[in-house]
């Protein structure tokens, strides 16, 4: 399954179909209705026919404003999805960068080892963003209303889009070994020496970060990053299902709602 969700593109990478996964009660989560990937700068014309070939209803865009500006995403000619985009919080200028960026701006000397065990230590932090917590809680309703295909991203499509992807997993009931294999495609998906170079000069333009063992981490993800996230939500609330009723507003209506249109079998 890993190996056909991958929609292999020129310009954009890590995406994929998160969809055919089995749920909790039985079924699967539908193929060919839930895409996520990394941002879409760099899309070349063939990457936009293919693009358009998935007729996606809605687009979740996570990054920030300044990510939106400096990196507009390419969309194909008449495309009408409707685009969801992040506002960003005030004053918060940490947060105007995806989260292996802000990582790559501590001012103190990084190694690989440092920047890895920082990543799982802060990893819990990003589920608890402001803005991101918006944008997952309009993500879920919109799913909710089976208004058709619909793509999550955010810079890499790896922490901010694997937080939300692991939620409506989560909502779905998609069981925790999936929902990690899922998160760990990453670093596999597509032409990964493609994916993160892209990163790297992403990452060095806006930090100077030059260190190619830190931007390799940096450009990766790890199972551990995704616990410490889920135990993080469970330290506050009790457990996951208590983070996605407490901060996402997810009740058993909407969970219902969910499984009504994107749960097939």
Aim: charged share 25%; net charge neutral; hydrophobic share 45%.
């Amino acid at each position: 399954m890993s190996a056909n969700r991958v929609l292999v593109l020129e310009g954009v990478h890590n995406f994929r179909d998160y969809g055919g996964y089995p749920v909790a009660g039985g079924g699967r989560l539908r193929r060919g209705v839930l895409w996520r990937s990394g941002q879409h700068h760099g899309a070349t014309e063939s990457d936009l026919a293919r693009i358009a070939a998935l007729e996606l209803a809605a687009v979740f865009d996570l990054r920030s404003g300044k990510e939106r500006a400096s990196h507009p995403c390419r969309r194909p000619e008449g495309f009408v999805a409707a685009v969801h985009i992040a506002e960003d919080p005030p004053q918060r200028a940490v947060r105007h960068s995806a989260p292996h960026v802000a990582a790559a701006q501590v001012p103190r000397r990084r190694d690989a080892v440092s920047t890895r065990e920082g990543m799982c230590k802060n990893y819990g932090a990003i589920a608890f963003r402001p803005e991101l917590i918006a944008m997952m809680r309009r993500y879920l309703a919109e799913l909710a209303e089976g208004k058709g295909a619909s793509l999550i991203n955010c810079m890499a499509g790896k922490d901010r889009t694997g937080i939300a992807v692991a939620a409506l997993h989560l909502a779905a009931g998609v069981h925790r070994d999936d929902i990690v294999e899922d998160y760990l495609l990453t670093n596999t998906a597509g032409n990964v020496e493609a994916r993160i170079a892209a990163g790297m000069a992403t990452i060095t333009e806006v930090t100077g970060q030059l260190d190619p063992e830190v931007l390799r981490v940096l450009m990766g993800v790890e199972a551990e990053y995704l616990e410490s996230a889920f135990r993080m939500m469970a330290e506050k609330h009790g457990s996951t299902d208590g983070y996605l009723r407490e901060v996402l507003g997810l009740d058993d209506a909407m969970r219902e709602r969910l499984r009504a249109v994107l749960v097939e079998g």
